[in-house]
């Protein structure tokens, strides 16, 4: 009976799927400017197949001063966002670190009180890492 109870348990221990180690592999950062008018988004930028992002910082900004700032993140679900600033510009809310899977998208997003065409300014800090089994 033991026997028979240590062998289905080393079949089951060896047969369970492990999510795997993260070993460091780089910084990523994008950095960019663009135009537009009233709001501008950034390029999106896709988590590689094998990785995982740590997104420790993003910056998108409008040369007039942006009203809103957003990061955008499409997780399998549909966007979602997190604000960066409030609609009056006064309170600064910091969502980071933001993890993301292979297959997620992130872009970066800001707003002006304006429309005529403005400078649009942006960076982001990723740590990417490799899944290692």
């Known amino acids: 009976m033991r026997i028979t109870t240590l062998v289905l348990f080393l079949i089951i221990a060896t047969s ?33 197949v094998g990785k995982v992002w740590k997104i420790e910082s993003a910056s998108p900004s409008l ?7 957003k990061i955008n993140v499409e997780a399998g679900g549909g966007w ?7 609609a009056s510009n006064e309170t600064t809310i910091n969502p980071f670190p933001i993890w993301l899977k292979a297959g997620d998208q ?4 800001a707003s002006g009180n304006c429309c005529s065409t403005t400078t649009f300014y942006y960076a982001i800090s990723i740590l990417e890492f490799n899944i290692v089994p």
Do not use: C, E
């Open 16 to 48: 369970a799927v492990a999510q795997g180690n993260l070993q460091f592999n780089q910084v990523v950062t994008y950095t960019g400017t663009g135009s537009g008018s009233f709001s501008y988004t950034s390029p999106t930028w896709t988590v590689p």
């Open 63 to 69: 040369a007039n001063s942006a009203v809103t700032r």
């Open 80 to 86: 979602g966002t997190f604000a960066l600033t409030t």
């Open 106 to 109: 992130v872009q970066l997003q």
